[in-house]
């Protein structure tokens, strides 16, 4: 590979982390690999692949949309959502939804890029019907998920799938490199260069790397979301992804970890440790303030399952946690303090089942005077919420559809 495409792709690459850290996130998971038996550019989930000459034809904004282009592929999980419906249809379908995100967020698209107004804002499983089953539209990339399968005619399409080099070819399969060679271990571009096919994704790979990319997409959004840079149309979409499938724990554990306080420090400690400032690891514990919604829409059962959730997770970051519960009004025997080594355990019995507003814990908070690290509110978010967002990041826990004006949700499963 020339060594001006390896230096468009890292460009491109870092201009999208720069600019666009969601999408530059996801980018990074995806290897770079030089590939000969490509026409333009493809995925399998597992590398980002490309014709050489390609890339060079290519701008370096528009080289940005080709590699956005595949990682949003992976990670809406494109691979992993086909089901019953034709691998031409889909791809196409999957093609428009991508496409047409990646210009609203203000990417320039190559010539050829499929992206139909009329599709704007619905997903691939929506597209799909609208696409004619002799449809002559073409995709801008090769999608290599269903590798093991695409020799086979396709239900409903009325033509043969095209067969990639390393289905049913003994002399590619035997020159095909071992499977470590798709790894996602590295992302530097393999200057060497493929001249087959990647092997097939088997659909244990499927189910192992829709995991993957559940996650991934899950990490970046959040990091988005606090820097303020993902827009609420990308939001919507992603959640929908991810509600359903990525457990709370995850995400819970994930946000609790990046919170914690562990960080180096140049404070003199000792004037008898001499003139010079040397950094010491500097450790605070967590203040988290939890609220619960006893209101009647959540059942004991479940809180003592999320008390018992967050216990576990409490040690992990050295948490304080204050807890209190709250229907339309305080619970009259809180707030209950657990120390970072202490066991949460909540009363026997949780007073509450009547209205639901969310003040009142805000108003607590603020009477005390308290600064907590994270307010974690476990709710269904049917009430009344405070005017305005606190000085201190929020996070809730919804169990439900209920939305939120302000602050980050994580939906319960």
Not at 335 to 344: A, K, M
Request: net charge negative.
């Amino acid at each position: 590979m020339a060594r001006a495409t390896e230096t468009k792709l890292g460009a491109a690459r870092t201009r999208l982390i720069l600019e666009r850290p969601f999408i530059g996130a996801l980018v990074m998971h995806l290897p770079l690999v030089a590939a000969d038996w490509c026409e333009t550019v493809a995925t399998d989930a597992r590398s980002f692949y490309f014709n050489p000459g390609y890339i060079d034809s290519l701008s370096l904004a528009e080289t940005q949309f080709v590699l956005a282009h595949e990682a949003m592929h992976c990670a809406l999980g494109h691979f992993a959502r086909r089901a019953h419906r034709a691998k031409a249809g889909w791809d196409i379908a999957c093609d428009h939804a991508v496409n047409l995100m990646l210009i609203d967020e203000g990417l320039k698209s190559p010539r050829g890029a499929l992206a139909n107004r009329a599709y704007r804002g619905l997903s691939a499983e929506e597209i799909y019907p609208l696409i004619a089953p002799d449809a002559e539209e073409k995709p801008l990339d090769r999608h290599l998920f269903d590798a093991g399968t695409s020799s086979l005619a396709e239900p409903g399409s009325g033509r043969q799938a095209p067969r990639t080099p390393a289905e049913g070819d003994a002399a590619s399969t035997a020159s095909t490199p071992a499977a470590d060679a798709w790894d996602d271990a590295g992302n530097e571009a393999r200057s060497e260069g493929l001249r087959v096919a990647p092997p097939p994704v088997t659909p244990d790979d499927v189910q192992r790397l829709a995991r993957q990319w559940q996650s991934r997409l899950a990490q970046a959004a959040q990091q988005a979301r606090h820097s303020g840079r993902l827009g609420e149309s990308w939001l919507r979409s992603i959640d929908a992804l991810l509600e359903p499938q990525l457990p709370w724990r995850t995400l819970l554990a994930r946000y609790l970890v990046n919170i914690a306080r562990d960080d180096y420090s140049f404070q003199r400690l000792s004037r008898r440790g001499g003139d010079a400032l040397l950094p010491s690891l500097a450790s605070g514990e967590v203040n988290l303030v939890i609220a619960l919604d006893t209101s009647g829409s959540i059942g004991e059962r479940e809180l003592r399952e999320f008390a018992a959730e967050v216990d576990a997770l409490k040690g992990q970051v050295r948490a304080r946690v204050t807890l209190h519960a709250c229907d339309c009004r305080l619970a009259a025997d809180g707030p209950w303090t657990f120390e970072s080594w202490q066991p949460i355990a909540l009363p026997h019995t949780l007073s509450g089942g009547g209205g639901t507003s969310f003040k009142p814990v805000f108003d607590w908070v603020a009477g005390e005077h308290l600064r907590p690290d994270l307010l974690l509110y476990f709710t269904d978010a049917e009430g009344e919420f405070p005017a305005a967002a606190p000085p201190y990041p929020v996070l809730w826990l919804v169990k439900g559809r209920g939305e939120v004006p302000w602050g980050e949700r994580i939906q319960l499963n």
